[in-house]
C-alpha cells in the first residue's frame, strides 16, 4: 500500500484477486468513492469475494472480472474501467486454493493431480505427467522449478507410468521425493517439480511476460503518474518483472557498441525500489507463506 498510495476517488485494478485481502485495503483506502476491478481467473476465487465484499460489490465499487491478468487491458475496456492510478498483481496463489486438497497444488494432503487455477482450462498436472516425453518433462522441471535432479525424476516418472498412471499428488511427490533425505523445516524435495507443473500448466511466466506491458499501457492512458506493484514468489517470475521495470526505466535500449542512439526509445517508468522488498523476520514468523516474496514497483513518468 506504501508504493500503491491508494487515494480516496481512484480507480485501482487487483489482478490477482485471490481471497480478496489486497482488494479490501484498496477498498478501504480509496473509500467513499473510489473504485477497483478485481480480475482473476478462479471462478471459486470470485464466488468467495463476491460474497466477502457484497456492500462494495452492490455499490459498485468492486468490479469483478472473470478472466486472466494476460487480458487486462480487454477486461478493463470491457469493465469501462478508465483512468487507472494503480495496478497491483500478487503472483502467488491463495491459501484457499493451496489448502483444497481438490486442487491438486499441494502434496501436504492427497488429491487428484489437477494444478489449474482456472477450470476453463483444458490441460491438467496430470495430464502433462502422463503423456509427455521423459526429455520434455525433465526441460520443464528444470526450467520452471530450476530443479537439479530434473533427468532423474522425469525418468522415475516415466517407468511408473508405465506400470500405472500418475494421477495423485501424493503419487508424484513420492517419486519426487525418492531417495532424497528431508529435514523438517527445510524445503521438500517435491516442492520445484510441483512449482514447474502449476506454471507449465497454468502458462504463468507467459501471461506475465503479456500482462506487464498492458498494466503500463493501462496506467499511460489515465494520464497520470500511476504505479504497478508486483509480488513476485520465485526467482523466473522476479527476473521477467525486474527486466521489465529496467527495460522502461531506460531512454536507449541500444547495445552498447553502437556510437549513438537510434532505436528511440524513452523512459516510461521511474523504479521506486532498487532492491526488491522482502518480508521481515516477523511477518515470515506470523506469515510463513510470505517468506519467499519480492515486492517490486515502479511509478510512470508524465510524457513529455
Known sequence: MEYLRPQPGGHYIDGTLGGGGHTSVLLERSAPDGKVLGIDTDSKAQARVQARLSKEVAEGRLILSHGNFSDMERLAQEAQFTSVDGILLDLGFSSDQMDDPQRGFSFSADGPLDMRLSQDLSLTAADLVNNTGEEELADIF?????????RQIARRIGRERQKR???????????????????????????????ALRIAVNQELESLETALPQMLSLLQAGGKQGRMVIIAFHSLEDRIVKEFLRREARDCLCPPRIPMCICGHKA??????????????????ANPRARSARVRAAEVLPKA
Open 268 to 285: 516510461s517508468l521511474r523504479i521506486l525500489t532498487n532492491k526488491p522488498i522482502v518480508p521481515g523476520e516477523q511477518e515470515v514468523a
Open 165 to 195: 498412471a500418475i494421477t495423485r499428488t501424493s503419487q508424484l511427490a513420492e517419486i519426487a521425493a525418492a531417495g532424497v533425505p528431508y529435514k523438517y523445516g527445510a524445503i521438500h524435495p517435491a516442492t520445484r517439480v510441483f512449482q
Open 142 to 150: 528444470w526450467r520452471y522449478g530450476e530443479e537439479r535432479r530434473s
